[in-house]
């Protein structure tokens, strides 16, 4: 879809909210409160996803960056309008979920294209690509207002889901890193190394646990561990971002704003795990 056809994406803020205004309120207070909050988290990272992938294109592709540019925009306008409301529903919601698409199906175009070496010049990892897409449909899902599952299952899928994703972040950033930067790649490499073993043991918890079983303390164990390396996952994300900022490392990272990024990403997940072990997920 060329990028024109976004066109109608950029809606004027404050015409969309007053036309919901009215609506909102004959609507009862209910768990509007935690889907808003999801919808301002994700909103902002894919804001954040469509800049990174405008930094990864090449420059003879004025048509995908444009559209990059575009999206970046439509996010930008569509978590200000966030900021002002106290509920989502109507048309800011239906609005959000018609982007949220059309940002899915950009991305999944210019993996077609990086799978067929179709994009030369570009600085995209197709596992980014595939990873950031896995995010916006994860996003899209919750906006549908999933019934709530089974506790167990749920905190499972949970852990399939965000393991995989810190394992990913880790490994583009060991790539994106100077050679030279033994000590960080070293580091980073322990850290694949951990999240990888953790996510193959999430996969076959989740495969286990989809036999019901009355009890499963193991999870509990495991979510500990789980907690615990991702605490310190999370602290070395923002010390890279630190030491991005003051330029203090040497790296391909095309702007700090992704170590910043993914440590949102990994403070989310602590977030969701506090709600099922409450203590030690939300004590920082
Ligand atoms: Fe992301
Ligand atoms: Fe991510």
Not at 181 to 191: D, N, S, V
Request: charged fraction near 30%.
């Amino acid at each position: 879809m060329p990028y024109q056809e976004h066109e109608d994406l950029l809606f004027d803020e404050q015409e969309l909210l007053e036309e919901d205004r009215e609506l909102l309120e004959s609507i009862p207070p209910d768990l509007d409160e935690s889907l808003l909050q999801e919808a301002r988290f994700w909103t902002r990272i894919m804001k954040e996803h469509a800049l990174f992938i405008l930094l990864g294109l090449p420059a003879d592709r004025p048509d995908l960056r444009e559209e990059a540019t575009r999206f970046n925009e439509v996010f930008a306008r569509l978590e200000r309008a966030l900021e002002r409301i106290d509920r989502l529903n109507g048309k800011l919601l239906r609005h959000l979920e018609r982007s949220l698409v059309a940002l899915i199906n950009f991305k999944e175009r210019l993996l077609r294209l990086l799978l067929a070496c179709n994009l030369p010049g570009n600085a995209l990892f197709p596992l980014l690509v595939d990873h950031i897409t896995r995010e916006a449909k994860r996003f899209l899902h919750l906006l549908s207002r999933p019934e709530p599952e089974n506790r167990l299952q749920a905190l499972l899928q949970e852990h399939a889901f965000w393991l995989r994703v810190m394992k990913e972040h880790v490994e583009f950033v060991r790539h994106l890193l100077d050679p030279s930067e033994r000590t960080l790649i070293r580091q980073a490499e322990e850290f694949i190394f951990t999240f990888s073993r953790l996510l193959e043991t999430a996969n076959e918890l989740e495969s286990m646990g989809s036999a019901n079983p009355r009890s499963f303390n193991t999870v509990r164990r495991f979510t500990e561990e789980v907690i615990q390396r991702t605490k310190e996952l999370r602290d070395f994300k923002a010390a890279a971002y630190e030491l991005l900022l003051t330029c203090q490392v040497l790296s391909i990272i095309p702007s700090p704003l992704l170590a910043d990024h993914i440590r949102r990403e990994a403070d989310k997940f602590l977030s969701e795990l506090s709600l099922f072990v409450p203590t030690e997920a939300g004590t920082k």
